[in-house]
């Protein structure tokens, strides 16, 4: 049984660069999410994918920002020309939508961007 | 809209104390509530949730929670603490299929 995987599990780049994450959920979960974490506060929403479709966007998701899951499977997030503020621990999590509805999210240990 | 607040972002507590970790939530709908557990550098890991089946909930390691709706309280206990218990606690509500909604988190620690 093998849980949500992130790659990598860390990355330093200098401002400026673009930087792509990678996200593997469990493989019978139809739902991704991706969330964003910094120092001493909770994860906070950025976006979700039905399957390979996106449902929904934070506010917090810049045009810099973009998402895909192609095939709905695994799901890249890629930040372009990254800024210091997107230092931060990026967290991926899945989930089986339907029944149960309360849709738990199981958690991948997280992609930590450092932005110098 | 929803909204979590953890009281208390630090907690420091003895080996063998009880464990109190406070959380509100505000909710128009019934909510779905969860508490996650954090070590570092690594992902969340679930301790409980509820989902309306039981007020009084337990999860995993000892930890307990039970939902208060008068006082729209969620909070998390453990009659004994353990030095392994020391991490970041996180309470977290949604809705049915919807994103997780976190509160800025408890940080946990236990001398002996």
């Known amino acids: 049984d093998t849980g949500v995987s992130q790659d990598p599990r860390h990355k330093i780049t200098k401002r400026g660069q673009n930087v792509t994450f990678r996200c593997d959920p469990i493989?019978?979960?139809?739902?991704l999410y991706w969330y964003r974490q910094t120092l001493g506060q909770g994860p906070e929403f950025l976006t979700y994918f039905q399957n390979e479709a996106q449902l929904e966007k934070s506010r917090l998701l810049s045009d810099r920002f973009s998402a895909e899951r192609p095939k709905g499977s695994f799901s890249t997030l890629e930040i372009q020309r990254t800024e210091q503020g997107d230092s931060a621990m990026y967290l991926c999590a899945s989930s089986l939508q339907g029944v149960p509805s309360y849709n738990e999210q199981f958690f991948g240990p997280g992609t930590r961007l450092t932005v110098l | 809209a929803q909204s979590v607040t953890q009281l208390g972002s630090h907690v420091s507590v003895s080996e063998g104390a009880l464990v109190l970790l406070r959380c509100n939530y505000s909710?128009?709908?019934?909510?779905?509530l969860f508490w996650y557990v954090q070590y570092p550098n690594q992902g969340l890991q679930l301790l409980l949730k509820y989902t309306s089946a039981a007020t009084l909930v337990k999860g995993i390691n000892g930890f307990e929670a039970e939902f208060k709706k008068s006082e729209t309280s969620f909070h998390l206990t453990k009659p004994s603490a353990h030095m392994s218990d020391a991490a970041e606690y996180f309470c977290?509500?949604?809705?049915?299929?919807?994103?997780?909604?976190f509160g800025k988190g408890t940080t946990l620690s236990v001398s002996s």
């Open positions: 977290a509500v949604n809705q049915a299929g919807t994103a997780l909604i």
């Open positions: 493989s019978e979960h139809n739902r």
């Open positions: 909710s128009s709908v019934p909510p779905y």
